[in-house]
């Protein structure tokens, strides 16, 4: 079963476009959570995605709350700045969900509070960054859960 990476209310087209990328990459399936501050014919969002968009599982919804009643027995990790528990503390499953927020404000406050115990952040040096890329944090995390399950689903 594939890793699934959840974008909830991404604004910026070159990073979603990035992640699609890694996804094809990995076998990992995109959920986009709307509103999204770009159009999916976005020429910079196909860019990013070069020609690899045919193979990336991609699912919209109108609401996260969506996406967690079509999958009730999802286990959902929920990537913030604001976490005190680092991503790799964690045993991550084949079928793990890794959700992360829109890129100037993150997860609304009200998610995190409600999941604290499967809030994950990156370690860094805040004092000169408040945070990394989007796609590059994508792309760490889901790395590290294929990495803990002996890349299984890569060559």
């Not at 087209?13 to 995109?30: D, E, F, K, Q, S």
């Not at 986009?32 to 919209?60: C, E, M, N």
């Not at 890329?133 to 590290?144: G, K």
Request: glycine share 6%.
């Amino acid at each position: 079963m594939p890793f699934h990476i959840v974008l909830v209310e991404p604004e910026i087209p070159a990073n979603t476009g990035n992640i699609a990328r890694t996804c094809a990459a990995t076998g990992t399936h995109l959920h986009l959570i709307r509103p999204l501050g770009f159009q999916t014919d976005d020429r910079t969002l196909k860019r990013a995605g070069l020609d690899y968009w045919h193979a990336v599982t991609l699912s919209y919804y109108d609401s996260f709350e969506e996406l967690q009643a079509q999958q009730p027995h999802g286990r959902f990790f929920y990537a913030s700045t604001r976490a005190t528990k680092v991503y790799s503390d964690f045993q991550f499953q084949d079928g793990d969900f890794f959700v992360f927020g829109k890129e100037t404000k993150g997860l609304p406050q009200s998610l995190i509070e409600a999941n604290l115990d499967t809030c994950i952040r990156m370690p860094m040096r805040t004092e000169h960054v408040r945070s990394l890329n989007l796609s590059n944090s994508a792309a760490i995390i889901v790395y590290e859960a294929l990495r803990q399950t002996g890349f299984s689903q890569l060559k």
